[in-house]
């Protein structure tokens, strides 16, 4: 393939709508990998592709510095020329409608749509009104949003909604965004109700929740009610994706037609004899509704999970820990893509602790195994140390090395 039809190649894409679309017709919901700072990679992207996540975000890139710095645009996202397509949204830090429409006019030949993130909590993002800053200027989100629609079609993309979501070019691109809530949910939905427009020509194409507030700890359960109130309200209006407390498909704190078979929870044993139900056996403080008051979301549309992929890739193929394939797999694709090694350490190393699955005793590697893991300063002992630990379990004949 010469280099033309290579690129135009590279720029031909599924609409994350159609896939929307697909998810729904399988009975299920669409599955996402949610945007990690350091770790939403190629590699990393490729390995939870592969068992079943459906659209993966980037890492927040800071849209002003990615216009401006060659050395940002070449670090913040890699992807890859060879197939299968890898569906992609790219997220922007961003607080302006110039430097958010300029970004996605430079990132649009390579990725499927473009998000903006309003749900950031960290302090340094807040603090040049970034990420979940932005859930207080709403008016601002939804310039930004139209900006970003009128520059991506200036550039000839198709960026029609629904009406384009068929190009035939493969050249349709989305523009969605990713919010936290507020303490008083009227907010929300007056946010919503802004950025989403007019409903027969909305601005947005999909919308992300995470359902806690910008000072909420991860340690704090979601705010079911805040999210069955806004799915019942906007569901039918767009797609509706949740961010925040997927651990594992069987222990999800809400029951939907689009969950089979429909949730379970674990029941945990406490010091005292008397007996929980949990919805989530990681490290959340909280306990799950009774069975009888867990929400139903029909409307919601599909779920985003950060830290459970982490440590399990195969989250969305119904494993509840990480099988030793995957990790195979991740190391391959390491070779294709490759990660810093402290980084790359980094990931196996969640990938083979106990996750947040039920079983707390289905490490792949045992804690002081970990340890030994970090000590490591090149990849060829790295996948010599895996191959010792596969041997000594009888499992198969270490990494499946690149031909």
């Not at 950031?120 to 932005?134: I, K, N, R, V, Y």
């Not at 939804?142 to 068929?166: I, P």
């Not at 083979?352 to 804690?367: V, Y």
Request: hydrophobic content about 35%; overall charge neutral.
């Amino acid at each position: 393939m010469d280099a033309h039809r290579e690129d135009e190649g590279l720029q031909r894409k599924t609409h994350p709508l159609k896939i929307f679309d697909a998810a729904k017709s399988q009975g299920r919901f669409l599955y996402a990998c949610a945007p990690m700072v350091r770790y939403s990679k190629l590699a990393f992207r490729q390995t939870v592709h592969h068992y079943g996540t459906d659209l993966c975000w980037t890492p927040m890139i800071l849209a002003k510095e990615f216009n401006r710095s060659h050395f940002a645009r070449e670090s913040d996202l890699t992807v890859s020329t060879l197939g299968p397509e890898l569906p992609t949204i790219a997220q922007f830090g961003a607080n302006s409608p110039t430097e958010l429409s300029r970004a996605s006019s430079l990132l649009a030949p390579y990725v499927n749509g473009v998000d903006l993130n309003c749900g950031c909590p960290q302090s340094w993002a807040c603090a040049e009104t970034l990420g979940a800053a932005m859930m207080q200027k709403r008016e601002l989100v939804r310039d930004m949003v139209l900006a970003t629609r009128q520059r991506l079609a200036d550039d000839g993309w198709c960026v029609g909604k629904e009406a384009d979501v068929d190009n035939p070019q493969g050249k349709s691109r989305s523009v969605s965004v990713k919010i936290r809530v507020h303490h008083d949910l009227r907010q929300t939905m007056d946010f919503i109700t802004t950025v989403l427009g007019d409903e027969q020509n909305r601005n947005i194409d999909w919308l992300t929740i995470h359902p806690r507030t910008r000072s909420t700890p991860s340690s704090v359960p979601i705010n079911l009610e805040a999210l069955s109130i806004l799915t019942d309200t906007f569901g039918d209006k767009l797609p509706i994706l949740v961010s925040g407390d997927v651990f594992t498909l069987s222990t999800l704190p809400y029951t939907s037609h689009l969950l089979d078979p429909q949730p379970t929870f674990t029941t945990s044993v406490k010091s005292n004899g008397t007996t929980n139900s949990l919805s989530d056996t990681s490290q959340t403080n909280g306990t799950s509704p009774p069975a009888t008051t867990r929400p139903h979301l029909p409307k919601l549309a599909g779920l985003m999970s950060a830290r459970a992929l982490l440590a399990n890739p195969a989250l969305f193929a119904g494993y509840e820990s990480t099988p030793w394939e995957a990790v195979d797999l991740f190391m391959n694709n390491v070779a294709r893509a490759p990660l810093h090694l402290k980084l790359g350490i980094h990931h196996l190393s969640e990938m083979c602790s106990a996750g947040f699955g039920p079983d707390r005793g289905a490490a792949l590697l045992s804690k002081k195994e970990r340890a030994r893991l970090m000590e490591f300063t090149n990849w060829i002992d790295v996948i010599d140390f895996i191959d010792e630990i596969k041997r000594k379990k009888g499992l198969s004949d270490g990494v499946k090395r690149l031909s």
